[in-house]
C-alpha cells in the first residue's frame, strides 16, 4: 500500500507542475531542458524517497521504479487529455530515463544517510520546496532560450512503372484519391491523421493545391515552380490555426512553434523499359532545445508519410 501511494503521490506531482508549465504557457515551455529532464528527476526522487526502503535495495531497483510512475503520469494526462498520444510516445523514452535517474539519486542519498537501517527517509519541507519551485524558477528563466531552430531535408523515392508523362499527369491531376494507407506504418500506429485526397485549382506557376486528411486536417500548397515531366515544386503553408485541437498535440503542431514543413519538391528521372525514378524531397524545420532527439523521430515519421505519398503515386500512374 506504501508502495501505491508513493507513486500515486509521485505522479500526482508530475502532473501539477505540468499544469502549472500549461497555465503559464509563454512564460515557461514545455518543450524545454527544464520540463523535459529536471521535472523527470524530480518524479523519479519523489518516487524513492516516498518508497519505503524495503521496496528498493539496488540501484537497478531505484532505476526503473520510476518508469511506473511515469507510465501512471502518461495514463492520467492522456485520460484528461492535457497531453496527445503522439508527444507522449515519443517523449516517454527521455522522460522515464531521467525519472530513473532522479531516482538513483534519491536512493544514493538515502542510502548514505540509513546506513544499516531499513526506515525511510521522509521527504522535509525544504525537499518538497525544491522540487515544486526548482522547476518553476528554472523553466521561468529559461523560457525560450534554450529553443534552436534547425533545417532539415527528408528524401525518399520510388521507382514506378510507367513514363514520366504518366506519372507527371497524376501528379498534377486536379483531383486524385488517396489508396488505403498500410495500418502497421509509423504514422498510422501514432494515430496521424490518413491522408484522404488531394485537389488542385489550377496547374500554373501560383496554383493551390490543397492534400485533405482524415478528421479535418489539411494542408495548403502552392506551386512555387515546375518542369513538365521533370520537376514540381511546392510550398507548403500550413495553418495551424485551421488544424482541429483533437487533431495534433500543441507541441509538435505543424506550422506551430516547434514544427513547420517549408516545401516539397518532386523529380522525375526516365528509366530504361519506360520506368520513372520518382523522388520527393521535403524540406522542413524544428525548433526544440534538443534537436538531436527531435531529428531521429522527424526523420522516421516524414519518411513514412513520404513513403506513403510515393506509394499512392505509383499504384496510381501504374495503373494507367
Partial sequence: ????????????????????????????EIMSITFLFLVPMGVGYLTVLL????????????????WLTSLVLLIITLALNVEG?????MVFPIFATFAGIGGIIAFSQRSRGNKGSDNSQQPT???????????????????????IPKQLTISREVVVEAPPTVVWQQLTSRKTSAPPASTHSLAALFGFPRHLTTTL????????????????????????SYQPARQLVLQVNANPSAVPPAVMDEHIMIG????DILQDTY????????????????????????????????????????????AGLKVRASAN
Fill in 1 to 28: 500500500m506504501k508502495s501505491l501511494f508513493a507513486i500515486a503521490l509521485a505522479a500526482v506531482y508530475g502532473l501539477v507542475i505540468r499544469l502549472l508549465f500549461g497555465f503559464a504557457n509563454g512564460l515557461m
Fill in 51 to 66: 518508497l519505503p526502503a524495503v521496496s528498493v535495495r539496488t540501484r537497478v531497483g531505484a532505476f526503473f521504479m520510476p
Fill in 85 to 89: 498520444t503522439i508527444c507522449w510516445l
Fill in 125 to 147: 519541507s525544504l525537499n518538497v520546496s525544491f522540487l515544486v519551485a526548482g522547476p518553476l524558477v528554472l523553466g521561468f528563466i529559461e523560457g525560450e532560450k534554450a529553443l
Fill in 201 to 224: 485549382d489550377t496547374f500554373k506557376v501560383g496554383g493551390k493545391r490543397v492534400a485533405h486528411y482524415e478528421k479535418g486536417l489539411y494542408f495548403e500548397e502552392t506551386v512555387a
Fill in 256 to 259: 506551430g512553434k516547434h514544427l
Fill in 267 to 310: 523529380q522525375l528521372q526516365p528509366l530504361a523499359g519506360g520506368r520513372t525514378r520518382l523522388h520527393l524531397a521535403s524540406q522542413f524545420y524544428i525548433n526544440t532545445p534538443f534537436n538531436w532527439y527531435a531529428e531521429i523521430w522527424a526523420h522516421y515519421l516524414m519518411a513514412d508519410i513520404l513513403d506513403g505519398e510515393l
